[in-house]
């Protein structure tokens, strides 16, 4: 069965630093999702990302955030000057609009843990 | 108000009982509702989703909605102790997904 993965499974960084987070999207999907989950928390959404570009974005994703598509296979989130509180699980997630309809129905990777020291 | 609610329990059943897991949620244009569970430390795994009033059975698992009521429900039938994760609902605005922080089920052997 399709998954969607995501690299690496666990990064620290430095406060200041910059992180790229890498997914790979179930390959025939055409929406894909950003979403972070702080321990203990709900999960919250960032971005969705259709046709290459920004579909919708919360208030969350403000200058610090950036999602690219690079080539026909991956989908990045880029967090630039990291601070403490973005420590957090982060989710990549895809679906597939299918039959004329937004395509809800979104599937989640297993996430990376971003431990900013 | 929250945009979409969830007692966080712990919701405690005995295996083989139906655990009954609600949700409510303020945004009247909402048109998508979906059920996820998540397993400690794992990611949320799509169990469920309805987009129309009333019932749908998906093997152990029924999805109820009444949007007039602006309330989700999930039952789980003849409940497994595999069963036990947190259950999270969540509803579409736009493109995006709202979640609830979820309820956490515990379904003793």
């Known amino acids: 069965e399709p998954e969607v993965t995501q690299t690496p499974s666990h990064q620290v960084t430095q406060m200041g630093q910059e992180v790229i987070l890498r997914c790979v999207p179930i390959?025939?999907?055409?929406?894909f999702y950003w979403y972070r989950q702080i321990l203990g928390q709900k999960v919250e959404f960032l971005v969705s990302f259709y046709n290459n570009e920004i579909s919708e974005k919360s208030e969350i994703f403000d200058d610090q955030f950036s999602v690219e598509r690079p080539d026909g296979s991956n989908f990045t989130l880029k967090i630039r000057s990291t601070k403490l509180e973005d420590s957090a699980m982060y989710f990549c997630?895809?679906?597939?609009?299918?039959?004329?309809?937004?395509?809800?129905?979104?599937?989640f990777g297993p996430g990376t843990r971003l431990t900013v020291t | 108000q929250k945009e979409v609610e969830q007692n966080s329990g712990p919701l405690s059943v005995p295996e083989g009982a139906i655990a009954s897991l609600n949700c409510t949620y303020s945004d009247r244009g909402s048109q998508s509702f979906f059920w996820y569970r998540q397993y400690s430390g794992k990611s949320p795994e799509l169990i469920m989703f309805i987009y129309s009033n009333g019932d749908k059975e998906d093997g152990r698992f029924t999805a109820q909605l009444n949007k007039a009521s602006q309330y989700v429900s999930l039952l789980i039938r003849d409940s497994q102790p595999s069963d036990s994760a947190t259950y999270l609902c969540?509803?579409?605005?736009?493109?995006?997904?709202?979640f609830g922080k979820g309820t956490t089920l515990s379904v003793s052997s």
């Open positions: 997630a895809s679906s597939d609009p299918g039959g004329g309809r937004m395509g809800y129905e979104q599937y």
């Open positions: 969540a509803v579409n605005r736009g493109t995006a997904l709202i």
């Open positions: 390959s025939n999907h055409l929406y």
